[in-house]
């Protein structure tokens, strides 16, 4: 993210790849990433980015999810948000309250299988299923401080019905876009309320987002119709035209660069 600079940025939303998430594992190889450490390392390398371009007071919300999978005949689970929080703290964020979303359930699990099988009603072999996500929030030091009756504050204001579901730590966001096919089903894109929410709650009109794992842009649609302005980062050049298809006529504002690392 060499073209940001310092301190410019007010909110981040973003989902990354998650480790030893099945669908990620090809991926993670291709980064020479193979074991659990050198994925979360991987990710730290934009976690630190993250934590540079920050305005002061401005946030970070990481969508992860944990990961089971048993190695060498032997049960494990992996608490990718755990090692999420780790990090950002050890970079001297500040670890907020975070949101836990409720997906929809997805089959039990019976020795770390995908169903319960015929012995599912016996205890105590069966695990839980993970079926929620987590919603990690950072903040880079104190508060945000605005002008007196800052005008774009005012705008950007929510109302109680939304404050009291969105600040809430449990949320039942279904339904990903009915038409999520191919490519994005297979990026795990999240579902526009997400990232809606997230934009409403955390930052004003005509902030800076950024998303440095922006899939198929969801991210980038939403802070675009809510008056934000955004600056996103894919490395997959086949998502270009699943982004550029999404955004419409929205399309003129944005720039596309290509560029080598
Ligand atoms: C979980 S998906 C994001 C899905 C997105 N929230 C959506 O709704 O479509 C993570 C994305 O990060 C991309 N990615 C992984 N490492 C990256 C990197 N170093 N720079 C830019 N993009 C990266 C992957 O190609 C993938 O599309």
């Not at 297979?186 to 922006?214: K, Q, T, V, W, Y």
């Amino acid at each position: 993210m060499r073209e940001l600079q310092n301190e410019t940025v007010h909110l981040v939303v973003t989902s990354p790849p998650y480790p030893m998430v099945a669908i990620w594992d090809q991926f993670f190889s291709e980064a020479s990433a193979y074991t659990y450490d050198q994925m979360h390392e991987y990710l730290f390398q934009v976690w630190k980015e993250v934590a540079r371009v920050l305005v002061p007071g401005g946030i970070a919300c990481i969508n992860i999810g944990d990961a089971t999978r048993s190695k060498d005949g032997v049960f494990h689970l992996y608490p990718n948000h755990s090692r999420v929080i780790e990090r950002f703290e050890g970079l001297g964020l500040v670890s907020l309250p975070y949101i836990l979303w409720k997906k929809p359930t997805t089959k039990p699990q019976y020795k770390g299988k995908g169903a319960f099988l015929g012995s599912g009603f016996l205890p105590p072999n069966a695990y839980v299923t993970l079926d929620m996500e987590f919603i990690l929030i950072f903040r880079k030091g104190e508060l945000r401080s605005f002008p007196p009756k800052d005008p774009d504050r005012y705008k950007s204001k929510f109302t109680k019905k939304e404050r009291d579901e969105w600040f809430s730590q449990v949320w039942n966001v279904t339904g990903a876009r009915q038409n999520i096919e191919g490519l994005e089903r297979r990026i795990a894109a999240f579902p526009e309320e997400i990232p809606r929410r997230l934009i409403r709650m955390f930052s004003i009109n005509g902030d800076l987002i950024l998303d440095p794992f922006l899939g198929s842009g969801t991210s980038l649609k939403v802070a675009i119709d809510q008056g934000r302005r955004f600056v996103g980062y894919e490395s997959l050049e086949s998502l270009v035209s699943i982004i550029k298809t999404r955004l419409g006529n929205e399309l003129r504002q944005v720039e596309f660069a290509t560029q080598k690392v």
